[in-house]
């Protein structure tokens, strides 16, 4: 009877409350404890690697995408893009992401990958033709399209319009003004 005094119930069904209230109790701890487990997205990722994040955007981002976009540092690391819209719009102002320092100097890169929108292919960003403005858009919006070939890039134009530039001519405001709904 003592059991009943104290409880105010069998001791099986104080012992399931207990129980119970502590599942609820610690269900919101395990889960911010697993989501910390997850990669900080804005941590720089190996030059190897095959997943990344976007700093732009925040997406996650792998290498076998067919938009995917990539810078090299000289401190072995990457950045992966979702697009190159998003990469030209951190290469245009890195200041504005969080990224290492060695990440926000145009001067640490030592590779532009982009990939050829014919082929899927990734090419060199530096000799890269970039059309934009065209009637297409990718898979953020209005977009960039890389061509390995000047002449891939002017047959692209003649099909769907837009401009052609190469990445010496992309400056902040081509960006903002090619993006301005992202």
């Not at 030059?47 to 290498?63: N, W």
Request: some cysteine; proline content about 7%.
């Amino acid at each position: 009877k003592i059991q009943k005094i104290i409880w105010g119930r069998p001791v099986e069904q104080s012992i399931r409350r207990v129980l119970k209230a502590l599942y609820f109790c610690l269900l919101p701890f395990a889960f911010c404890l697993l989501s910390s487990c997850r990669p900080d997205p804005s941590a720089p990722v190996k030059a190897d690697a095959t997943v990344g994040y976007c700093p732009v955007c925040k997406m996650q981002v792998k290498a076998g995408d067919e938009w995917t976009a990539e810078l090299y540092y000289t401190d072995g690391t990457k950045l992966m893009f979702e697009s190159p819209g998003d990469l030209l719009t951190f290469y245009t102002a890195p200041g504005k992401y969080k990224v290492s320092d060695v990440q926000k100097e145009r001067a640490n890169i030592t590779k532009i990958a982009l990939k050829d929108y014919s082929s899927k292919q990734f090419i060199d960003g530096r000799q890269a033709r970039l059309v934009y403005n065209s009637k297409l858009e990718g898979p953020m919006g209005a977009d960039f399209f890389p061509f390995g070939k000047p002449t891939d890039a002017e047959a692209f134009v003649a099909s769907n319009g837009g401009k052609i530039v190469g990445l010496e001519d992309v400056s902040p405001e081509l960006v903002q003004s090619v993006r301005k709904a992202h």
